[in-house]
């Protein structure tokens, strides 16, 4: 059964910086693409970030190039965003989750978890 725990996320000053973490569970972790995603209130879930199996590969959204670093663990099955120069536009709820191709990158599975709510004040 797949499992997605994610923390770290909170409120934050414009400028300021968050790290989240996923804990993965119920599949092998270390084969899969693992990515980030995130939903703000009114919008679509989108794919900010995510890194290939064994971490050699990483891409990032436009709107998060540059600020934004995603990093695994595979002993820990955990995905980690390092978030810096946050912006109130990257408020919204973050999702990890696999990522897999079908012609674009997408959601690897439709479990997802609870996400962790980042809010950025101005």
């Known amino acids: 059964q797949v499992q997605l725990v994610e923390s770290g996320g909170g409120l934050v000053q414009a400028g300021g910086s968050l790290r989240l973490s996923c804990a993965a569970s119920g599949f092998r972790f270390r084969s899969y693409r693992m990515g980030w995603f995130r939903q703000a209130p009114g919008k679509e879930r989108e794919l900010v970030a995510h890194i290939s199996p064994g ?68």
Do not use: I
């Not at 959204?61 to 978030?83: N, W």
């Not at 999702?95 to 674009?104: F, L, T």
């Open 55 to 122: 971490g050699a590969m990483t891409y990032y959204g436009d709107s998060v190039k540059g600020r934004f670093a995603v990093s695994r663990e595979d002993a820990k099955s955990t995905v980690h965003l390092q978030m810096n120069s946050l912006k109130p536009e990257d408020t919204a709820v973050y999702y990890c989750n696999s990522v897999r191709w079908d012609g674009a990158y997408s959601p690897g599975s439709d479990y997802w978890g609870q996400g962790t709510q980042v809010t950025v004040s101005s």
